[in-house]
T-cell receptor, first 114, second 111 residues
């Protein structure tokens, strides 16, 4: 399978705990994006990387959120001190170089904070 | 303020009927993508439209990008129960890299 993969698919945690999600993009896609989707809404942009550089962060990305893409391949999204409002589907997408901006999404990680 | 207004948000029709979903904005998009999303899964790309006035067909689905690249529509002919799902439009704002999504249209086709 050469699509975008995300792990874990589901995560249940208690308020105040830290969680980390992983995204593996389509190979050779140099752009990687994180979005968050709450129930009944469309996805909202969080941040994106071009290779290993994080080029844009949304105001939605509070200081409890951090994303990395250290080698320009896979990416991690960490949420520290989780809150119930963090419960959502976290989606990763990737795209190829400029001129082909179509973004392909992974299956998502559904987070539930109790 | 929703940058991309998608309508209707819910639509329930009988098998065999036709339907149209609309996405409208005051912003110009360099491209617009339509996705379909199943419960608990990520959005799956249906089509990307890039040129103003462009029309693309995918079997019974017809996608159109407005001449000014501010709006788009999805038309389904002779809807089938297998078309049931959440349809999302998403626009790439000129000069930016992030997609802006509509609220989605939850479509139900009744047998």
């Amino acid at each position: 399978d050469t699509g975008v993969s995300q792990n874990p698919r589901h995560k249940i945690t208690k308020r105040g705990q830290n969680v980390t999600f992983r995204c593996d993009p389509i190979s050779e896609h140099n752009r990687l994006y994180w979005y968050r989707q709450t129930l009944g809404q469309g996805p909202e942009f969080l941040t994106y990387f071009q290779n290993e550089a994080q080029l844009e962060k949304s105001r939605l990305l509070s200081d409890r959120f951090s994303a990395e893409r250290p080698k320009g391949s896979f990416s991690t999204l960490e949420i520290q001190r989780t809150e119930q409002g963090d419960s959502a589907m976290y989606l990763c997408a990737s795209s190829s170089p400029p001129g082909r901006e179509t973004q392909y999404f992974g299956p998502g990680t559904r987070l539930l904070v109790l | 303020t929703q940058l991309l207004e998608q309508s209707p948000q819910f639509l329930s029709i009988q098998e065999g009927e036709n339907l149209t979903v609309y996405c409208n904005s005051s912003s110009v998009f360099s491209s617009l993508q339509w996705y379909r999303q199943e419960p608990g899964e990520g959005p799956v790309l249906l089509v990307t439209v890039v040129t103003g006035g462009e029309v693309k067909k995918l079997k019974r689905l017809t996608f159109q990008f407005g001449d000014a690249r501010k709006d788009s529509s999805l038309h389904i002919t002779a809807a089938q129960p297998g078309d049931t799902g959440l349809y999302l439009c998403a626009g790439l704002i000129q000069g930016a890299q992030k997609l802006v999504f509509g609220q989605g249209t939850r479509l139900t086709i009744n047998p």
